[in-house]
């Protein structure tokens, strides 16, 4: 539909068939998706196109997601986007304090199912309107 605004979901993983396969789940369920496979890459998107929602994963061998959430943080103009972290190498302090911060922070663990990604997304969008 003309003029409709689409969500943007900015998807952070080092693993090209990761982002391709999430970037096709995203697309088809109407997202405009921007993708790379760098952090630090990641960080520069985030802070010009202003995503609604950033999907991170932790693991990253330039900058890690963590970081990345970090430098994002501390930026006012990127503070409140929700972060999805989808990582298969998670500690229990790790889930703890990355599930944290006033709730725009979110994990999910790999593999995930294109549904299950979905699933929170929506909640998450949900949330943000329902404020």
Known sequence: MEGEYRKKILVVDD????????????????YEVVATTKGKEAVELAMRLKPDLIILDIVMPDMGGSEVAAVLTTE???????????TGILTK??????GGK??????IAKPATGEEILQMINKIFSSQSAV
């Open 93 to 98: 302090q790790e889930e703890e304090t990355l």
């Open 102 to 107: 006033a709730g725009r922070r979110y994990v």
């Open 15 to 30: 693993e090209p068939e990761v982002l391709v396969h999430l970037s096709n789940i995203l697309k088809r369920a109407n």
């Open 76 to 86: 006012p103009s990127t503070t409140s986007i929700p972060i999805i972290f989808l």
